[in-house]
């Protein structure tokens, strides 16, 4: 079956850049999203068909995508952003079947 | 306001069935596909089935195949999810989630489903 692979955690400062990697096979041809989540808390997209940002999130998140790897990054990282975050996307069957990388666990300290 | 409630989560017995009801407002529900999602405790996000606006599309992840059914009322602007034969495994918190594009977008807060004996 089709698998996202993320690293386990990252750790920044307070004010240092994230980066938070996806890879899948796929990716070339399919979109990545991103979900930040805290502790207790539903998921947030905060990126959306790659690198599309939605409305209130803050313009320190982007996305990108090349090859079969997807990033988000983090610029200026807070403390607030620290969170659980998942990466996204379909297989390349054409249908809608889902699949979630394993997260990685962002600390900003 | 988008809005995703869920409900129908609970104990219930390895062999059990439950079913979720997901209630949705503030945007055009007929229009949009939608997804259910589970986080197992202490877990990571698992993908669990979609369905098409109109309901004619479906897929479920492997680990539910052949137990879960996913559907959805259009005119009550609600989606469902038939649980059968639960296993201890499918314990988890589960979210409806809408789809844009080829991604969830607004979620949810969640219903837990225990299932133990």
């Known amino acids: 079956s089709y698998e996202l692979t993320q690293p386990p955690s990252v750790s920044v400062s307070p004010g240092q850049t994230a980066r938070i990697t996806c890879s899948g096979d796929?990716?070339?041809?399919?979109?990545a999203y991103w979900y930040q989540q805290k502790s207790g808390q539903a998921p947030v997209l905060v990126i959306y068909?790659?690198?599309k940002r939605p409305s209130g999130i803050p313009e320190r998140f982007s996305g990108s995508s090349s090859g079969t790897m997807a990033t988000l990054t983090i610029s200026g990282a807070q403390v607030e952003d620290e969170a659980d975050y998942y990466c996204?996307?379909?297989?390349?069957?054409?249908?809608?079947?889902?699949?979630f990388g394993g997260g990685t666990k962002l600390t900003v300290l | 306001e988008v809005q995703l409630v869920e409900s129908g989560g609970g104990l219930v017995q390895p062999g059990g069935s439950l079913r979720l009801s997901c209630a949705a407002s503030?945007?055009?529900?007929?229009?949009?596909?939608m997804n259910w999602v589970r986080q197992a405790p202490g877990k990571g996000l698992e993908w669990v089935s979609y369905?098409?606006?109109?309901?004619?599309?479906?897929y479920y992840a492997d680990s539910v195949k052949g137990r879960f059914t996913i559907s959805r009322d259009n005119a009550k602007n609600s989606l469902y999810l038939q649980m059968n034969s639960l296993r201890a495994e499918d314990t988890a918190v589960y979210y409806c989630?809408?789809?844009?594009?080829?991604?969830?977008?607004?979620w949810g807060q969640g219903t837990l489903v225990t299932v133990s004996s």
């Open positions: 796929a990716l070339p041809k399919k979109y």
């Open positions: 996204y996307s379909t297989d390349s069957s054409g249908n809608h079947k889902g699949v």
């Open positions: 068909e790659d690198s």
């Open positions: 369905i098409s606006s109109s309901g004619s599309t479906i």
């Open positions: 989630a809408r789809v844009y594009g080829s991604g969830p977008d607004y």
């Open positions: 503030g945007f055009t529900f007929s229009s949009y596909e």
